[in-house]
């Protein structure tokens, strides 16, 4: 079945630092991938996405990449601050856009001062 | 915009049994909703679709006789686990997708901590 792998599963850095989570998936037909931020006992809050037509995309201090070849997206957080710290999940959706996603185990990011 | 709630956020039952669980999308209309379960420090699994309507759609591996789930309408679905256990002892979670907004983008709701004794 459709499969999505993430690592790593824990990123430790120091503040200021930048962080890369990286998530490679199975399905060819997905076309929608998500990245979401869960705080401890929270929801999931969507950070950013990007959709298969475009190879990167931008936010503030927040990135993605993705490679639709080597089915393979990246999440780049640039001058990492202690409240970044949160366990992060990538997503990819089944197929097309629209339907349900299937998330990655997650990866938990302390950031130290 | 585009908020979602989930009641209660928090349930203490005893085994055996059934809970009920709402999830509300309070600002838009939602054409599908999904079920997640999340077990401590794991992911998010994926349970059910459920379309406003029609019959939800169960993942492999999740008995729908014992996780009823309903979308009377295109803002409420609701989410019953029938006889529970204390393996069923979980935060679940559930998600919405906005009509007429980004039709992938889903909504989180905050969940609900169920506990079964």
């Known amino acids: 079945g459709e499969n999505v792998e993430q690592h790593p599963s824990t990123l430790s850095v120091q503040e200021g630092d930048s962080a890369v989570i990286k998530c490679t998936y199975s399905?060819?037909?997905?076309?929608?991938f998500p990245w979401y931020k869960q705080e401890l006992g929270k929801r999931p809050q969507l950070i950013i996405d990007?959709?298969?037509?475009?190879g990167e995309k931008k936010d503030q201090r927040i990135a993605v990449t993705l490679n639709k070849t080597a089915k393979h997206f990246s999440l780049h957080i640039t001058e990492t601050q202690p409240e970044d710290s949160a366990v992060y999940f990538c997503?990819?959706?089944?197929?097309?856009?629209?339907?349900?996603?299937?998330f990655g185990k997650g990866t938990t990011l302390s950031v130290s001062s | 915009g585009a908020v979602v709630s989930q009641h209660p956020s928090r349930v203490i039952c005893k085994s055996g049994t059934s809970v009920k669980i709402e999830c509300r999308s309070l600002?838009?209309?939602?054409?599908?909703m999904f079920w997640y379960r999340q077990f401590p420090k794991q992911s998010l699994m994926l349970m059910a679709t459920?379309?406003?309507?029609?019959?939800?759609?169960?993942e492999q591996g999740v008995e729908k006789d014992k996780f009823l789930i309903n979308h009377a309408s295109l803002t409420l679905s609701t989410l019953t686990v029938t006889s529970a256990h204390p393996e069923d002892s979980s935060f679940y979670i559930c998600?919405?997708?906005?009509?007429?907004?980004?039709?992938?983008?889903?909504?989180f709701g905050p969940g609900t901590r169920l506990t079964v004794l």
């Open positions: 600002d838009f209309q939602a054409t599908t």
């Open positions: 990007i959709r298969s037509n475009v």
């Open positions: 399905d060819s037909a997905s076309n929608y």
């Open positions: 459920s379309n406003e309507g029609s019959k939800a759609t169960y």
């Open positions: 998600s919405a997708q906005w009509a007429s907004g980004r039709p992938d983008t889903q909504y």
């Open positions: 997503a990819a959706s089944i197929g097309q856009a629209g339907t349900a996603l299937i």
